[in-house]
């Protein structure tokens, strides 16, 4: 999972790395009430390199040329990504920029530093300056140290810079990522170090570890469009996408409303030798904040249609959304399940169509009351849904690990 600009900054601040003051934009007009004095710099937030060269980077000195900038970035594709969120931060009076990394390496399977004197945006140029230290025993600032003498740096900034790399390696080693950057680490005419860009790709095994970081996931899968857009289109312009990998002999169904995380969790259960049925993705386009409801419809549509899968005894619903989306949901799952559990009539058909007003609060599913759900929502506070309720067929719990778990164990009770 790799992070946008303004959410490695996010983390970047919580750890005390210094990063310049900004506000994201979801839309030009927002630039009226900018809370940032200019002149301010205009960031498109798409995953892709090279912004700078493409166009996506714009420097602007008042409100009416940021308006003109942002529309510009915003129909601005780079490598195929359009973003949609711009970050408007402040400028920064550069007199050098450097380059930072810490890198996982897999051929090592060790941790690397990385460190070059000529950050910025002339790759050849950095490449040429590289250095590297491997963190071969147990990290400590002298591994900082002795990258920073590599550089060649001098005076504070063998201090400063060190400080920069201790804290880098505390992100990379807590929070499961497979590398942090930092380019360019911008130095002014004092020697203060900013981090005016940086970039974070989270290990897809370490995100089940890390329930602190699912904000920064739902806020990557929003798609910004308003509440009326979305309720137009969730219909037939965002179908549910069906993973090619499908197993007949399978019992476990998963859903989820983002693709890593469905093949996060079948890889888990394959690791657990147990074989998955089937993958379903709800579209990210309903899964917007305050979109609960059209999150709901789909999944609606994707346990009807899991209905008919052949020995299905549980799915695994991985939702990783807002706490607001969470409370919803959950509240839905637990009226839903709370009337599939009552008693069939013998005249009744098998399966059992369950369909009640929205101001019921409840799903309007068809499914069978002998399929269990696991629920696994990113949420620390998950004892809340618990505690609601008292169903035999749910499970509720904000560990991915655990859900496969209980889900393998389902499947081989008898």
């Keep these: 999972m790799d992070l946008l600009e303004y959410q490695a900054k996010e983390l970047f601040h919580k750890i005390g790395i210094p990063v310049l003051p900004s506000q994201t934009i979801k839309e030009p007009r927002e630039l009226k009430q900018l809370q940032i004095p200019y002149p301010v710099v205009l960031k498109s ?53 450097l380059f930072l990394a810490v890198v996982l390496d897999y051929k090592l399977k060790l941790p690397v530093l990385l460190g070059s004197a000529k950050g910025g945006m002339d790759v050849s140029l950095l490449l040429d ?32 810079v060190s400080k920069i790399i201790v804290k880098m390696y505390r992100i990379f080693q807590e929070t499961d990522l497979d590398f942090v950057e930092i380019n360019p680490l911008g130095v002014n005419a004092k020697g203060k170090l900013m981090a005016l860009d940086g ?27 308003s509440e009326e857009q979305i309720s137009l289109n969730y219909g037939s312009k965002f179908p549910l996408q069906w993973l090619d990998w499908q197993d007949d002999k399978g019992k476990i169904a998963i859903v989820a409303n983002n693709p890593d995380l469905v093949t996060l969790c079948w890889d888990l259960i394959r690791q657990n030798k147990e074989k998955p049925a089937c993958g379903v993705i709800l579209p990210k386009e309903v899964a917007q904040l305050n979109g609960a409801e059209n999150l ?11 209905h008919n899968i052949p020995r299905l005894k549980v799915i695994i619903l991985n939702i990783w959304a807002s706490p607001s989306i969470n409370d919803k949901i959950a509240q839905k799952i637990l009226d839903y399940y709370r009337s599939v559990e009552k008693p069939l009539n013998p005249r009744d058909d098998e399966r059992s169509l369950i369909a009640k007003s929205q101001e019921e609060s409840t799903i309007l599913l068809q499914t069978s009351p002998g399929i269990k759900l696991v629920v696994r929502l990113a949420d620390p506070k998950i004892d809340r849904f618990r505690k609601k309720s008292d ?20 499947v081989k009770s008898k």
Aim: aromatic share 8%; with cysteine; charged share 20%.
């Design 129 to 160: 300056s590289l250095q590297q230290v491997v963190v071969t025993t147990e990290f400590s600032p002298f591994y900082a140290r002795r990258l920073v003498a590599k550089m060649g740096l001098s005076g504070e900034l063998i201090q400063s």
């Design 296 to 306: 709901c419809i789909k999944l609606q549509q994707a346990l009807e249609e899991l």
């Design 391 to 410: 169903s035999e067929l749910l499970y509720w719990t904000n560990n991915l690990k655990d859900a496969v778990n209980q889900a393998i164990s389902w």
């Design 199 to 225: 970039k974070i790709k989270i290990n897809d095994y370490g995100l089940i570890r890390h329930a602190e970081i699912s904000s920064l996931m739902a806020l990557n899968n929003l798609s910004f469009m």
């Design 45 to 97: 937030q798409v995953k892709a390199g090279g912004r700078g060269k493409a166009g996506g980077i714009k420097f602007v000195g008042n409100t009416i040329d940021a308006i003109a900038a942002a529309r510009n970035i915003f129909n601005l594709s780079i490598l195929g990504e359009y973003p949609k969120v711009i970050l408007a931060e402040a400028q920064y009076d550069v007199q050098e920029e």
